[in-house]
Every structure is written in C-alpha cells, then in structure tokens.
C-alpha cells in the first residue's frame, strides 16, 4: 500500500516498494486540496511505475478549514516562516494513513509505504518519526490482522534523506519528475508557481543533486 | 469533540460531556454504511442533547468493502460467532478519530469523546484500551496544538461499563433512547430487526438495567 499524493516524494517512494519487489496498490486522497491537479499527476504516476491498482478516496473535509491547502482564503506563503505554516492540513497523515490502513486490511497488505520527510521538509508534526513510530503501533492494535499477529509496518523510507538523496535515489530507479507536482498552486495545467515552500524545497533539491529541473514552471 | 453514530452508546456520551459542561461539537461519518438510518438518529440526538454543532463528514470507503456493514453482499450475522465477526469495518474507529481530530483542531477543541466499550461489545479489536491508548498518545504527535503542548485527550468514559450501566447513565442524565438506533440493519424507518449482535446487547442492556426498552421493532 503505497500513499500517492502526485508529488516528487511519493513518486520516488512508489519506485522503491516496487523495487523491492511488492504489488503496489496507490491511494491518493482527495481531500478538497487547492492543488487538485496532483491527483492527475497521482494517476500518471501510478501507471507510469506500474501500480497494480490505484484509487482516489474523498473525504469532504475542506470546508473544515484551518490551512491554505484547504481554505482559498488563506494565502500560499511564499516566504519561510517561524514554526509551522499555514499550509499545514489538521491531521491530514493521521487521516491518509487511517484511510490507507482499511484498504490495506481489506488486501491483506501488511506494507504501508508513505513519503514523508524530517530533512528538507516544511515542519509539519505528522512528517515526523515520532508520528510514523505512533501510527505504526497504532496500526497493529487497530485492525483485525494486527489482532492475530500480522507485521503490519508503516515504511518512510525517505524519512532521514535530503532532497537531493531522495531525487537521486528516483533517478537511479527512472522516475519521470516531470510527471510529478509538487506546488501548493500549480495551475490547471500542473505549471509550478516556483515561489512556495514546496517549489522552494524542490528546485534546490535538484540543483543539490545535480540533477536537471525538469519541472514545468508557469 | 463528540464522535456520534446515532446509537445507544455515542448519545449517552454526548449527555455526558454536556453534563461535564463542555460546549459539543457533534460530529458523524458517513462512511456507506448499511445502516444509513442511523445518521438521521445521530441529527435527532444531537438537537435533542443540546450539540452546539453536528456535521456529517461523508468518507467513500464503502467500495472498500470487506464487512458486512457496507458490503450488502455479505449478510449481517444474527448468531454469536467466534473471533472477530463479519460486521467488523476495517479501521474505522481510527478513520473517525481522525477526522475526529482534524475538526478538534481547526476547533482548538483538546478532548475528544466516543463510545467505545469493551464490555458489552462485539469483539472490535478498535475498541479497545489499548487502541485508545494509543490513538490519545498519536493525537499528540500529531498535530499542532500536540507540539505546542496542549492536552489532547481521548476520552471513552463507556470503556469499562456494563450495557445495564450505561443504560443507566444515560436515564439519568435524560437521554431519550427511543430517538437512537443501534440495529446494523434497521429498515428505512429506523426500526430495529430485533436480532443483529447489536440489538442482543442492547436488548439484554435494558432488561438488565430494569430500564423499560423504547426501541422500536420491526
């Protein structure tokens, strides 16, 4: 069970459960997010790394509010700031990785995979290992496998890389980056605004890895 | 935050955090259940107990499948059965505690209610301590208000209550129980079949509590 948002994270996580030989089911999670066109990336991405199968799972919880990915009213920052930003979702990876665990129960899935980062990331709570190490022990009490002795283990493995690893690590794997988005406003043609954090993270990861941008910038 | 299925349980929690002098914010998922009937219970018990706000959050996890309580091809079982039994819905306790929490916190409400039991319940490995246990200490590393140290709190005040003694409870604080529906296959109606696991407990409850039983039959 691979967590598929359609950005240069999840992409590269996906190629890694693949290399290590699982089937690959991708969920994406349509949570009303101002970026829809990720889910689009999500899907080309999916097929382009040969997913067995992947779903896109809504949950209406945009007109909760509380962040700029969610909230049109609330602008995208385009400058670093103290703690952490207005991007952040309320527990959108608590969410995603509850949503992943019933699908995965359903499968009998024992391996979820998702692409945060604790290195060049934008210091939301639920990127951190502390959270993945709680959900993980969660994840074995909450479900029926766990009950009768199944592993199941939640898999970051970009957790401790920079982005330059991480995009190194996609290259040698032949992820496509341009068919992935990463911006918090990317327009409807899936062009980065090349100012947000995320844009920010990204180009300066592909300029640390010596790798060429191929992101399509507006 | 006060999670509400329109059952017994959910609604005599709700009295209780009302009689705790809490402001409630009343929140049911719609996840494709079967028993659809009971969200229109859940919408009745939250204006009658006096909720500042109810909201249905709708999840589109029925395809999912894999439980007798969104898939209509499986039957609901109305024997005892061993081990956990088909009406068991993959992680939706952890599903609803998360959205659960995303709501708390745009709210900046710190104590999370439900009505999980592992008394008088059918063998639901996400109703027990330890899965709660581990959900109040994910909530924490979780979110925002987590890390900036506020007391996020799960709070299952039914754990270790008989049915008899809930029942009891809820009379007490005058909770209407003829407005609930515990049935896992109530008609369009809400009328209960009388015969599903859930009905058995509720039944036995109010016979045990001396409590005259105002739940409607088909």
Redesign the interface.
Known sequence: MVLLSGGLDSATVLAMARDAEFDCYALSVDYGQRHAVELAAARRVAEALGATEHRI?????AH???SALTDRSIAVPTAASEG?PST????????M???A???A??LQAHDIYLGVNSVDYSGY??C?P??IA??D??AR????A??EGAEITVRAPLMQLSKAQIIRHGVALGVDYSLTVSCYQADSAGRACGRCDSCRLRREGFVAAGVADTTRYA
């Open positions: 799972m809504a949950v209406d919880f909760i509010g509380g952490i952040y979702v309320p527990a959108r990876n608590t969410i990785l509850s949503l665990l019933a699908w129960e359903v709570p639920d951190r502390e959270f709680a959900f022990r969660l009490l909450a479900t029926k766990g009950v």
